[in-house]
């Protein structure tokens, strides 16, 4: 089988389209269009729009992956003060006062899971992160070795919020079990010398 090209690359104004593509009518994961975390907006057309004023100022809230030019999969990745619902969430509140960078979701294409691109989309958000000046990353995963999860297969967008086996393998430890199946996962970072402003 010929090497696939991995590409990973900011969400950008001119990568909308790509992205509106890649979340497809149903916006990704129940019209969510990657809102849940940050403020949901009541409807997926509300959240698109949110989402898409959101990349038009240029912030990059998340990366695209492209697999040989083609759209396959997502991650959202940023200061976790820009995720309003982690802070108020019982099982996911900061554990401390540490400013920290949150991966909190992903969305795969369905023809492209299970393949490794999660792993690839983390360590993409660490190097993103890394560049803009993050010391301290942060995951919120399932654990499938957990025994409530143990031997079952996720289906649909189950992991939207990751593999605790992804995020290790990308150098993240448990810093607290969230749940009996869901773990809160750090990376520490130096920061790049060559951080954006």
């Known amino acids: 089988m010929p090497r696939r090209k991995v590409e990973v690359l900011p969400a950008t104004p001119e ?10 009518p149903r916006g ?6 990657c809102s849940h975390w940050r403020e949901k907006q009541g409807s997926g ?3 698109k729009a949110a989402l ?26 940023g200061p976790r003060a820009d995720y ?20 909190p979701c992903f969305f795969v294409d369905k023809a492209h899971r299970r393949q490794g691109l999660m792993r690839a989309l983390v360590e993409a958000a660490v190097a993103y992160a890394r560049a803009r000046g993050a010391t301290l990353l942060e995951g919120y995963p399932l654990d499938m070795d957990s025994p409530q999860l143990a031997g079952q297969r996720l289906s649909g ?8 086996s992804v995020f290790q ?6 810093v607290k079990e969230a749940s009996t199946t869901q773990r809160i996962m750090r990376r520490r970072v130096r920061p790049s010398r060559l951080s954006a402003p």
């Open 28 to 33: 990704a994961c129940g019209s969510c269009w």
């Open 45 to 47: 057309e509300a959240n």
């Open 15 to 24: 990568r909308w389209a790509d992205l509106e593509t890649l979340f497809g």
């Open 84 to 103: 309003a619902r982690l802070s108020r969430s019982r099982t996911l509140a900061p554990i401390d006062a540490q400013p920290v960078w949150s991966i």
């Open 169 to 174: 393998a990308a150098g993240f430890t448990v």
């Open 52 to 77: 898409r004023a959101l990349v038009a100022t240029g912030q990059e809230p998340g990366l695209l992956a492209y697999i040989d030019g083609q759209v396959a999969g997502w991650v959202s990745v």
């Open 157 to 164: 967008d189950g992991g939207y919020m990751g593999l605790a």
